[in-house]
Nanobody, 121 residues
Framework: QVQLVESSGDSVQAGGSLRLSCRAS?????MGWFRQAPGKEREGVAS????????SYADSVKGRFTISKDSAKNTVYLQMYNLKTEDTAMYYC?????????????????WGQGTQVTVSS
């Protein structure tokens, strides 16, 4: 069983930046960030292979968000730049023991509690 602990989110103004972190307690093959806005389905944001460092991004965040890892700390980060109001959502960290660079929430077995990111205009 893998436990995931996310950093606290925040409220920022549009155009601002924010970094989220997620620490895993056990072995992971990949980790990812997902988000869910009220009334919408959970969507993949970014994922990273914890071994190779290969990454995958949703089109809506490419060029603005960067996912990275610190293997020594078993932690992944989501650096978000140029935040938009439509980025407002609950952000969830997830982990998988087998698949990599996949942004399908349905296949990830391990999830964090979620952290709120609010972007105001």
């Amino acid at each position: 069983q893998v436990q995931l602990v996310e950093s606290s989110g925040d409220s920022v103004q549009a155009g601002g930046s924010l970094r989220l972190s997620c620490r895993a307690s056990g072995y992971t093959y990949s980790m990812g960030w997902f988000r869910q806005a009220p009334g919408k389905e959970r969507e993949g944001v970014a994922s990273i292979c914890t071994g190779s460092g290969s990454t995958s991004y949703a089109d809506s965040v490419k060029g603005r968000f960067t996912i990275s890892k610190d293997s020594a700390k078993n932690t992944v980060y989501l650096q978000m730049y140029n935040l938009k109001t439509e980025d407002t959502a609950m952000y969830y960290c997830a982990a998988h023991y087998l698949y990599c660079t996949v942004l399908s929430a349905a296949i990830f077995p391990y999830w964090g509690q979620g952290t709120q990111v609010t972007v105001s205009s």
